[in-house]
């Protein structure tokens, strides 16, 4: 993971990009569907850059194996479809606290560095990463969580809107990604994905149409 304590000198703050949201691209792999009652078994989130050209780009990703949490229910159909060994004795994996305290900690400072108010998730199906967030930051108490209690931008609308896809792997193809098979279903596999279709849409868009003007952070927002 880079340490990053300043923009690089060729990068803009995010700040009147998305009306002071810092978009940051989360993934989760978990142990079912239910986010109150499965087990969030990996979470990977990629920082974004915004160049002088106003385009997005991805910069660095953090990775992070988690542990069950207790009573937390493992589906071996989740499982089989991910490839987890939850009890591998050589996976490192964090404690929930400590893994969602380390991603907290690096959002806020992301959030700072970029000069926004609040991380809004970027997700495909961001609806189930941000519920899985959420709700492994209740079990553990955690009251500063940086993210947008309920807003999302999801890449399965954009991708729909702009290549006529909604399978993560066909929007990947789509935007001239290659996609490995073998490598998906791996939180930092698929995040680093996400983000690369999210910034493609934004790009194309810049290039088509510039900012619009009510992008910007206005006084009533920073309050």
Known sequence: MTDVQNLPPESRPMANRFR????????VETGGFDCRRH????????????????????ERTLSLHVRPFEGGLLDPKSLEVNGIDPF?????????????????????????????KRAI???????????FVHAAAERCGIKRNPFHPFSSLDTVSLSALAYGQTVL???A?????????????????DAEMTADIFCSIANRWID????????????????
């Open 88 to 116: 591998h004795p050589l996976r490192i994996a964090h404690p929930e606290d400590q893994a969602l305290g380390k991603l907290f900690s690096e959002v806020r400072r992301e959030v700072k560095l970029n000069q926004c």
């Open 169 to 171: 792997a066909r929007a």
């Open 20 to 27: 002071g949201f810092l978009p940051v691209v989360v993934d």
């Open 173 to 189: 193809e789509a935007t001239g990604l290659i996609w490995d098979s073998e490598s998906a279903h791996s939180a930092a596999y």
């Open 208 to 223: 088509a149409a510039g900012i619009p003007q009510s992008a910007a952070l206005t006084p009533e927002d920073a309050g």
């Open 121 to 131: 998730l970027v997700g495909h199906n961001a609806h189930f990463d941000l519920g």
């Open 39 to 58: 087990a969030l078994l990996q979470v990977a989130a990629v920082f974004l850059r915004r160049g002088p050209d106003d385009h997005l780009y991805r």
